[in-house]
C-alpha cells in the first residue's frame, strides 16, 4: 500500500502479548525496518533493545541468553543492560563505554506488551493509556472479565496496511453494510480530538424501536495515537477490544487484536467456557479479518468524495493524525531513512 506519509510512525505500538515473552528468554522482533530484540529479565521486567551486537553484528534474539537484567550475545557472551550499555566483555576486566544498543521503550498492562517508536530515540512524550482506566462507566474491573490471551487474542503478520488506514474505520458508518452484513447502518453521536487522542462514540440503531434516537449498543472507542484503538461496549453487548496496527518495514504491518469478554456469572476461571468461545469467535473475533479483506488490495486517496455523513469525522481524523509523523517518507528530500 503506497501512501503519502511515513511508515515510521511516532508512538506507542503493540508488539505482543506478555504470555509470549516468558522470564529468562530472549525474543527476536522486527518493526519499523530494525531487527530488536526482546528479553524478560530475572527480576520479570521486559525490555526491547537493538537485536545486534555491536561487538561482530550477531542477532541477540537468536539464542541469546538472559543473566540478570542483562542480556548476553550467543556469538562472544558481550552482556548489555537494560539501559542498552555494555556491561561485560568475556575475558576482559573492562566493558566498552562507546557502545550502545538503542532501548525500546515499554509498557505492559493487561496482557498487552507496547513499545514506544520515535524515529530519532527521542523518549515518550505521552504515556500509553491505560485499557481499563478508559471509560470507567462502561462494564466492571479487569477481573470481571476472561482473559484476553490465547482464546480471544488474534495476530496476522506482514500485511499491506499503514496504520493510518486501519484507524480511518472508525469515523466510516456506511462500509458496516457491505463489509460486515450490517443489517442497521451505525451513527456517529460524537467525536473528539484531544491532544494524541481521537475519540468517538458510535451508535447501533434499535431495529425494535419506532425512536430513532433509540440504540440498542454503544461504542466507546479510544485511538492512543496510530498505534490503534481501545474500545468499550455499551448495551447489547458489554466487552472490550484492543486493534492495533504496527508497522515492520515501509511496505507493510503486524496486527493484533485482543478481546476482554465478561465473565459468566459466578464463573471465577480466567480461562472462558467453550460455549463462550465458540460465540466470540463466530461473531466477534472475525470482523477485523473481513476489514483486512478490503484493506491488503486498497489504494489510498487522498481527496476522497466522501458523504457528508462522514465527511467531518474522517478528515478530522487525518488532520490529527499529522503530528505523528516525525519523518517524511521514503524518496523525499530530508528523509531520515
Known amino acids: 500500500m503506497k501512501v503519502p506519509f511515513t511508515w515510521k510512525v511516532t508512538g506507542w505500538f503493540m508488539v505482543g502479548w506478555s504470555a509470549e515473552f516468558p522470564q529468562g528468554e530472549a525474543t527476536p522482533l ?18 526491547i533493545l537493538t537485536g545486534h551486537c555491536r561487538h561482530l553484528g550477531a542477532h541477540i534474539g537468536h539464542g541469546g541468553k538472559v543473566v540478570g537484567d542483562c542480556v548476553e550475545c550467543p556469538f562472544h557472551g558481550w552482556r548489555w543492560g537494560p539501559d542498552g550499555r555494555n556491561k561485560n566483555i568475556p575475558g576482559e576486566n573492562r566493558v566498552n563505554r562507546g557502545l550502545r544498543l538503542r532501548v525500546y521503550p515499554v509498557a505492559e498492562q493487561h496482557g498487552c506488551v507496547f513499545m514506544w517508536h520515535q524515529p530519532d530515540g527521542a523518549a515518550p512524550n505521552w504515556d500509553m493509556p491505560d485499557i481499563f482506566e478508559l471509560f470507567p462507566e462502561v462494564g466492571t474491573a479487569p477481573t470481571g472479565y476472561y482473559r484476553p490471551y490465547p482464546e480471544f487474542s488474534r495476530k496476522t503478520e506482514r500485511e499491506p496496511v499503514h496504520p493510518q488506514v486501519a484507524l480511518e474505520n472508525g469515523p466510516d458508518s456506511l462500509h458496516f453494510e457491505y463489509v460486515h452484513g450490517a443489517t442497521v447502518t451505525p451513527q456517529m453521536l460524537d467525536w473528539n480530538e484531544d491532544g494524541q487522542t481521537w475519540s468517538f462514540l458510535t451508535g447501533w440503531p434499535d431495529a425494535r424501536s419506532d425512536d430513532p434516537e433509540k440504540m440498542a449498543l454503544r461504542i466507546h472507542a479510544h485511538m492512543f495515537g496510530l498505534g490503534g484503538s481501545i474500545s468499550a461496549f455499551e448495551g447489547s453487548s458489554k466487552h472490550r477490544l484492543i486493534f492495533c496496527t504496527t508497522p515492520v518495514d515501509d511496505e507493510s504491518s503486524d496486527m493484533f487484536y485482543s478481546i476482554w469478554w465478561p465473565r459468566n456469572p459466578g464463573d471465577e476461571s480466567e480461562v472462558p467456557p467453550p460455549e463462550v468461545r465458540e460465540r466470540v469467535e463466530k461473531q466477534f473475533l472475525v470482523t477485523v479479518w473481513e476489514d483486512l479483506s478490503i484493506w491488503r488490495y486498497q489504494e489510498y486517496v487522498e481527496h ?7 465527511a467531518k469525522p474522517y478528515m478530522s481524523l487525518r488532520k490529527w493524525a499529522t503530528q505523528f509523523y516525525d519523518v517524511p517518507p521514503p524518496g523525499l528530500v530530508g528523509d531520515h531513512t
Open 30 to 47: 522486527r518493526y519499523f525496518g530494525e531487527d530488536l530484540v526482546a528479553y524478560r529479565d530475572d527480576f520479570g521486567e521486559l525490555h
Open 304 to 310: 476522497p468524495p466522501l458523504s457528508p455523513k462522514d
